[in-house]
């Protein structure tokens, strides 16, 4: 037992040590990453307490306001094709949450649902929005919701594209990424690691309309990640707990009028997480998109921006 033990242990230093060795990786250029990603329309915002968010504030100026939420890992990029379709008609706002993209770690190294909800509506506040509708991809869906009960006197109404909060599949296969995340020990490398070939991987595994991925996505992803203080910032992130007891109280508690979009292929958040929100929600509305995995709105951004637009063009109940 004890050689087996002392075998099993010397191959796990010998796997990190390959994986330090392939995938180190330094922090990215502050100053690059701004100039590559963060040129107008971008801007950026101070909302106090040391914390400056990287915002778009696009489309129709006099327009109802649409305010989005990316995923885990993603950034305010992955919601350009629903700026380019609806910002005629919108005012639309994008943002990177704490921990991503252009506006970098939360100087609190908080990243629980009352960090995220809380600097988002400390933004609003700044930006002296006081009615907007919301939508959230993935673990932005999970804070748009999480919002929602809260603050249901400023979401006039509320989309949840393949939202996190469902209970979780324990024989679902991750992606590479997120596998690491949640392995002690590998975990930790992530501060330091960015193998260009895990983001690739993950991408192509989340998606089922495989023509978006590109060299530039990918590389855009990695670039972000790499960004002074996000790689740790993940890792904490995934050391808080995700899915809690009182998930379904919470959402059905929800009285904001919802639209549900959810792509049928979803591997990372299946598909029947749109019953498990419409069973909660009274009221809302369930798209499924069949061939589409968990980024509707650039795998099929002209279908879902229009049911966006239906959707938010009825009176709110």
Request: proline share 6%; hydrophobic share 40%; charged share 20%.
């Amino acid at each position: 037992m004890k050689r087996a033990l002392k075998w099993i242990g010397g191959g796990l230093l010998v796997l990190i040590a390959a994986l330090v060795l392939i995938g180190y990786a330094p922090d990215s250029d502050r100053a690059t990453m701004r100039a590559k990603y963060g040129a107008p329309p971008s801007q950026f915002i101070d909302i106090g307490g040391g914390l400056t968010m990287h915002v778009r504030d696009q489309g129709n100026k006099d327009g109802p306001v649409l305010v989005l939420l990316h995923g885990s890992n993603a950034s305010l990029h992955t919601w350009e094709p629903w700026v380019a379709r609806l910002g005629a008609k919108y005012r639309v706002i994008s943002l990177d949450q704490i921990g991503h993209g252009l506006t970098g770690p939360n100087p609190t190294d908080q990243y629980d649902a009352d960090a995220f909800t809380g600097t988002l509506d400390a933004l609003m506040v700044r930006m002296g929005v006081s009615k907007f509708a919301l939508a959230g991809n993935s673990m932005g869906g999970g804070v748009a919701w999480a919002y929602a009960s809260v603050h249901p006197d400023k979401v006039v109404k509320l989309i949840l594209v393949d939202a996190a909060g469902p209970p979780e599949d324990p024989n679902r296969k991750l992606p590479l990424g997120f596998r690491m995340l949640r392995t002690p020990g590998i975990n930790r490398l992530v501060d330091y690691i960015s193998p260009r070939s895990v983001f690739a991987q993950s991408l192509h595994q989340t998606v089922s309309n495989q023509a978006i991925v590109s060299d530039a996505v990918i590389d855009r992803y990695r670039d972000l990640n790499r960004y002074p203080g996000n790689r740790r910032a993940t890792r904490l992130r995934s050391e808080v707990t995700r899915v809690h007891a009182d998930n379904a109280a919470q959402v059905a508690s929800i009285t904001v009028s919802t639209l549900i979009l959810w792509g049928a292929e979803d591997k990372l958040i299946p598909a029947s997480g749109a019953d498990w929100f419409a069973a909660r929600i009274k009221g809302s509305r369930k798209i499924v998109y069949p061939g589409i995995g968990h980024l509707p709105m650039e795998e099929t951004p002209d279908r879902s921006a229009q049911d966006v637009d239906a959707f938010l063009s009825q009176p709110a109940s």
